[in-house]
């Protein structure tokens, strides 16, 4: 745990001792989940301004290194930090860019997320390589990003439309891929594939899957709010 000055505040020091401390042991014992506990303890401890620097940097390093605390920052991060919109920016560009390189679709999603939450422009986001990659979730969260910015990437837009109705070719992919086409096709595609009237129902009584406020505009976001768009802990069908 760390330990308080006489102002009742962690220092810079203590700051590294502690996550020093955490990576030793999560090294030693093969046990990941000692910088889940870590981060979410570290957050309730005041610091001072150093200390909070040192803190997210260190924070923001482990998250590229082990994708599982990425979901950690939205609440254990970002607020306890003060972080501005800039900064979240910054932070959340080295997220997606690193996965990128790996197909770690799990993190890309949610950098895609944190871009439409907090409303900012991702540098690079290509539809080609997330075509390819064809994960479920990744295609529905650049589907949603790239509606939120419609004016940037109209073309890419439309690449994600004809590719979703390329999935409904094959009854199996549209089985693996069925959220990604229910939200991105209309009811008159699913009118036109006998396999799928059943979904042209649900289209036109305006079901979604995706919460309404991520939908063709940015949210007004409350950090203290559980503001998930889908769940991306069940990712994978079956998983």
Same mark, same amino acid.
């Given at each position: 745990?760390?330990?308080? $000055?006489?102002?009742?505040?962690?220092?810079?020091?203590?700051?590294?001792?502690?996550?020093?401390?955490?990576?030793?042991?999560?090294?030693?014992?093969?046990?990941?989940?000692?910088?889940? /506990?870590?981060?979410?303890?570290?957050?309730?401890?005041? +610091?001072?301004?150093?200390?909070?620097?040192?803190?997210?940097?260190?924070?923001?390093?482990?998250? /590229?290194?082990?994708?599982?605390?990425?979901?950690?920052?939205?609440? /254990?991060?970002?607020?306890?930090?003060?972080?501005?919109?800039?900064?979240?920016?910054?932070?959340?560009?080295?997220?997606?860019?690193?996965?990128?390189? $790996?197909?770690?679709?799990?993190?890309?999603?949610?950098?895609?997320?944190?871009?439409?939450?907090?409303?900012?422009?991702?540098?690079?986001?290509?539809?080609? +390589?997330?075509?390819?990659?064809?994960?479920?979730?990744?295609?529905?969260?650049?589907?949603?990003?790239?509606?939120? $910015?419609?004016?940037? $990437?109209?073309?890419?837009?439309?690449?994600?439309?004809?590719?979703?109705?390329?999935? !409904?070719?094959?009854?199996?992919?549209?089985? !693996?891929?069925?959220?990604?086409?229910?939200?991105?096709?209309?009811?008159?595609?699913?009118?036109?594939?006998?396999?799928?009237?059943?979904?042209?129902?649900?289209?036109?009584?305006?079901?979604?899957?995706?919460?309404?406020?991520?939908?063709?505009?940015?949210?007004?976001?409350?950090?203290?709010?559980?503001?998930?768009?889908?769940?991306?802990?069940?990712?994978?069908?079956?998983?």
């Amino acid at each position: 745990m760390p330990l308080l $000055n006489d102002k009742g505040m962690t220092t810079y020091r203590e700051v590294i001792r502690y996550l020093d401390t955490a990576v030793m042991l999560a090294k030693e014992t093969g046990d990941l989940s000692v910088y889940n /506990y870590a981060i979410k303890l570290l957050s309730t401890h005041k +610091m001072s301004e150093r200390a909070k620097v040192l803190a997210v940097r260190r924070i923001g390093h482990l998250s /590229y290194l082990y994708p599982y605390l990425i979901p950690l920052l939205d609440q /254990y991060v970002f607020p306890v930090y003060g972080f501005e919109k800039d900064e979240i920016q910054f932070l959340v560009e080295k997220i997606y860019q690193e996965p990128e390189k $790996n197909g770690d679709y799990e993190s890309m999603s949610y950098a895609l997320y944190y871009a439409i939450k907090y409303d900012f422009l991702l540098e690079s986001v290509k539809v080609g +390589m997330i075509i390819q990659y064809g994960d479920c979730i990744l295609l529905t969260m650049t589907w949603l990003y790239l509606m939120n $910015n419609k004016v940037h $990437n109209r073309k890419k837009i439309n690449k994600l439309r004809r590719y979703a109705l390329d999935v !409904t070719k094959s009854k199996h992919d549209f089985d !693996t891929h069925w959220l990604f086409c229910f939200e991105v096709l209309d009811v008159d595609d699913f009118m036109n594939n006998p396999d799928l009237w059943g979904w042209s129902k649900l289209k036109e009584k305006e079901i979604s899957f995706i919460r309404q406020e991520y939908k063709n505009e940015p949210p007004l976001m409350n950090p203290s709010v559980n503001n998930d768009i889908v769940s991306l802990d069940h990712k994978r069908d079956g998983k």
